[in-house]
């Protein structure tokens, strides 16, 4: 097959993990002849300083035409250090959402088991969780009216759906949910927040169209406790932006390794991966962060944007096995801690020997 992937690295240690995805994408093309044309596009902190800008207009319409477009960080502590700079890496991932219609977030949340005592909570409770957050990413909070009054002495975000929005977010996940375990999960606030009752109100009703799957609704307060005390519960969760943001977050942090997880942003024209991970800009440089995000959302992107189901299964293995060889950079390392570099060059010879 003939693709073409916009390479998006951004900040911190951004370029060096998405420099080991795309060697590993470069390995799949060779393994099963196909041919990716890879297009470097900038953004974040990096773009800011080049054109005072972290979204130029050319890597929105590179994106728009590519097939896909695998994405590292962004995020720079020297904005973190100023809240009232007036431009901001945070504001590019927004205008690249929004440009993009990247409307559903997926963030799978599974255990690895040579991993399983790095997760902060008991292994009785975390081992064999297996659930996916589907956050919708371009509504909410995030993109209603916001501001402040003229004394400077009141702010506001308006927190704003309309049904469309909630019905193609619902549709993804009961999609989901059929081809997993038909459990899904819609997480709200409904007994305060008038979109929430919208949302439940769309998925009671939709929830006729699949009545294979069994659909719950849950207080976003009540999950994120559940999230930590029984993550085995869950199969499909879906929810709107802001609670999807810090449930996410919260998630990821059962499986013991922020280094592996992988996302998907599907959205109208094209479809973007990323790790979950931030630009980590304290190991920029350095050569120790783990690629395995990076190279787990390389995957992600063949299987959904390419349906290419074999690759991508490829890419997992290769990886597994770096994981039970110790393969593994620092921050999960055994005893010794191998390089971005090494753990990128050691899936690849995986996958070119396979
Ligand atoms: C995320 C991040 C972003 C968000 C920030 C950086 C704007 O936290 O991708 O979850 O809140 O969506
Ligand atoms: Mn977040």
New binding site residues.
């Given amino acids: 097959m003939n693709k073409q992937i916009a390479i998006l690295p951004g900040d911190g240690i951004g370029p060096e993990v998405i420099a080991e995805a795309k060697k590993i994408l470069t390995a799949v093309e060779k393994v099963f002849n196909h041919t990716f044309k890879f297009i470097p596009v900038i953004g974040g902190a990096t773009a800011i300083y080049q054109f005072g800008d972290p979204m130029p207009q050319t890597t929105i319409d590179i994106c728009k035409d590519s097939d896909a477009v695998l994405f590292g960080a962004f995020?720079d502590p020297k904005f973190d250090k100023d809240p009232n700079a007036k431009i901001r890496p945070?504001q590019g991932?927004?205008k690249i959402r929004k440009e993009l219609q990247l409307y559903a977030n997926i963030r799978p949340i599974y255990t690895f088991l040579s991993l399983i005592d790095k997760s902060p909570i008991k292994k009785e409770i975390v081992e064999k969780s297996d659930f996916c957050v589907v956050r919708e990413l371009t509504g909410g909070m995030?993109f209603g009216m916001k501001g402040r009054s003229e004394d400077n002495k009141t702010a506001f975000d308006t927190n704003i759906y309309s049904v469309y929005e909630i019905e193609r977010i619902l549709k993804i996940a009961f999609e989901m949910a059929q081809q997993r375990r038909k459990k899904l999960l819609v997480v709200d606030k409904a007994n305060v927040l008038a979109t929430s009752r919208l949302w439940r109100e769309t998925a009671i009703r939709m929830s006729k169209n699949y009545p294979e799957i069994d659909m719950q609704c849950m207080y976003v307060d009540n999950a994120s406790m559940r999230i930590i005390t029984t993550p085995r519960d869950f199969d499909v969760i879906v929810t709107e932006n802001t609670f999807g943001?810090i449930l996410?977050?919260e998630a990821s942090v059962i499986t013991g390794s922020m280094g592996l997880m992988p996302s998907a942003s599907i959205g109208v024209y094209t479809s973007l991966f990323e790790p979950i991970h931030g630009s980590y800009p304290e190991a920029t440089g350095k050569n120790i962060a783990n690629p395995m995000a990076a190279i787990l959302s390389a995957s992600m992107l063949l299987e959904m944007a390419f349906n290419m189901k074999e690759e991508a299964n490829l890419i997992k293995l290769a990886v597994n096995k770096a994981l039970e060889n110790n393969i593994r950079t620092i921050d999960i390392a055994q005893d010794k801690a191998y390089t971005t570099q090494e753990v990128g060059d050691y899936i690849q010879n995986v996958i070119l020997n396979s």
């Fill in positions: 995020g945070e991932l927004l995030y943001d996410t977050d």
